[in-house]
């Protein structure tokens, strides 16, 4: 995982939560590419034909607030997004995400649908038209956990790691 991420701006405001993010009916699937396909579907049925690998999205307060699904952040890595940047996230989400190895950023980001957004995780800065907004830097070891691509990943890079003593 790049510590600099580069992608088109989709917006979505306050309290988006886990149930718009992927409805409870496709909750029983393992096929990872389904959650991908029905990714924002309670908010935007049409999401997941619009979006492109590596874009990302921009929200504002209390972005993947709700239940506990793992699913919601799976689907929006699935869906092709490379990182949300929103204000504040739900903590459950938050941590989900990560430990699936999708990228956040807290920040208040002003921006429009469709422009370019830059994320510097290891500075903890969004640049959109050349104005750089300050986030909240993510921890050296959460940051290690995204580049190993998720806790599961990290605890076995971990174990490789080690075992080369």
Known sequence: MEKIIKGRAWLFGDD???????????LRTTDMQVFGDHAMEGVDPDFSKKVQKGD????????GCGSSREQAPLALKYAGISCVVA??????????AINVGLPLMEADVECNEGDTVEID???G?????DKTFKGNKLPDFLL?????????????AEQQRNSGM
Do not use: C, S, W
Request: proline share 2%.
């Open 16 to 26: 988006i939560d886990t149930d718009v993010i992927i409805p409870g009916k496709y």
């Open 56 to 63: 990302v999205i921009v929200a504002n307060n209390n972005f």
């Open 87 to 96: 204000k504040t996230f739900g903590r459950i989400f938050f941590r989900n």
């Open 121 to 123: 995780l290891k500075q």
């Open 125 to 129: 800065t969004v640049t959109v038209n």
């Open 144 to 156: 290690e956990m995204l580049t190993d691509g998720g806790l599961v990943a990290h605890r076995k």
